[in-house]
């Protein structure tokens, strides 16, 4: 099937640790994004990507770095120097960036 | 700066009548507007979308309509139904946009 896969569902960060969120698509998508999701709230765009070995701060970025090493593969990590992490973290894909959104499940991180 | 705003957090609706969902935008440049839904610890999936070429389009129950000169827009679900109670968000991309802007989103519930 195609989409994409978000991977851990559940993460628990203890303090001073790094953490990755994994996400993965088969769509032949360019453009990846990571947003999150806090309680009550829209979805902000932490970072993003329009092509491999290329990306973009988006409205929240600090605290956070990713990479696009290959067209299937955004990873986010979650640093240590992000003060307040607990959110849903969602990553969506598109064809290009004016497109259609395609969102996986998401994963939701917990700080220990 | 919000460009894409949803003033109406929430919205109860019965079951069987017609859930109108409202969104604002400011920028003059967008020109492609998407609805999305969403379910507690889910993914958005697409619903609907409309081109700023044309004030209407309908997809089964689901019809978003357009006001250029108001920049405005709303979802309308007709009938509305139990499975429709969820987070909606809409989205707008065009000009220097190249990316979509989301809305805080409206949570509707659909009440038996």
């Known amino acids: 099937d195609g989409g994409i896969t978000q991977s851990p569902k559940y993460l628990f960060r203890k303090e001073g640790q790094n953490v990755t969120l994994s996400c993965e698509q088969n769509?032949?998508?360019?453009?990846m994004y990571w947003y999150r999701q806090d309680p009550g709230q829209g979805l902000r765009l932490i970072y993003y990507?329009?092509?491999?070995?290329?990306?973009q701060k988006g409205d929240i970025a600090e605290g956070y770095s990713v990479s696009r090493e290959k067209k299937e593969s955004f990873p986010l990590t979650v640093t240590s120097a992000q003060k307040n992490p607990t959110a849903f973290y969602l990553c969506a894909s598109s064809p290009r960036t004016r497109d259609i959104q395609y969102f996986g499940a998401g994963t939701r991180l917990s700080v220990l | 700066d919000q460009q894409v705003k949803q003033n109406s957090p929430s919205l109860s609706v019965q079951e069987g009548r017609i859930s109108i969902l409202n969104c604002d935008y400011t920028?003059?440049?967008?020109?492609?507007f998407l609805w999305y839904k969403k379910y507690p610890a889910e993914g958005p999936t697409f619903l609907i979308s409309?081109?700023?070429?044309?004030d209407k389009n309908e997809d089964g129950r689901f019809t978003v309509f357009l006001n250029k000169s108001a920049k405005h827009l709303s979802l309308h679900i007709v009938p509305s139904q139990p499975g429709d109670s969820a987070v909606y968000f809409c989205a707008a991309v065009g000009g220097t946009a190249s990316k979509l802007t989301f809305g805080t989103g409206t949570r509707l519930q659909v009440t038996l």
């Open positions: 409309i081109s700023s070429i044309k």
């Open positions: 769509l032949n998508h360019d453009a």
């Open positions: 990507s329009q092509i491999v070995n290329d990306f």
């Open positions: 920028n003059s440049m967008f020109d492609y």
